[in-house]
């Protein structure tokens, strides 16, 4: 984490999607989910747009011991709870992953979560696409 640098990432993608101004945006991994969300909600106030997030698991913030990996964590929390929060669904690749998140208390209620935990590519990528709404569901 560079809090300067990552300042500086969010509104370089804030400016970004206010000018190219897509109708979905689809993160991956952990900083682009917290800052490819809030960016893009802070660019898109007031319109109807569309935000997902794809995420495998906790990732690096999560998985440190000492005290270096338990501040890591404690910054990482807030970061997460506010980019789920922007987002208006959450795909995990386990189930697991989806229980660590709901354990940790950054996903809210009301966000739409679905597990596209499959070992074939091809039905895993139908399960997203459908949970994105972009083809019919089976």
């Known amino acids: 984490l560079t809090p300067v640098g990552d ?3 969010l509104l370089h993608l804030k400016q970004i999607l206010y000018r190219v101004r897509p109708d979905l945006i689809l993160s991956m991994t952990s ?21 997902f997030a ?12 000492g005290l270096k990996g338990r501040l890591l964590a404690r910054l990482a929390k807030p970061m997460f709870r506010a980019g789920f929060k922007s987002c208006d669904g959450i795909c995990f690749g386990s ?9 940790l208390g950054v ?11 499959f070992a074939d590519t091809a ?4 399960a997203v696409l459908a949970f994105l709404g972009m083809i019919p569901t089976d």
């Open 31 to 51: 900083k682009p989910v917290v800052y490819g969300s809030l960016a893009a909600r802070m660019a898109w106030v007031g319109e109807e747009k569309k935000v």
């Open 7 to 9: 300042l500086g990432t």
């Open 95 to 103: 189930v697991e992953a989806e229980i660590f998140f709901h354990e």
């Open 54 to 65: 794809l995420v495998d698991g906790p990732g690096f913030a999560f998985g440190g011991g």
């Open 123 to 126: 039905a895993r990528d139908r």
């Open 107 to 117: 996903l809210g209620p009301e966000v739409r979560t679905a597990v596209a935990d």
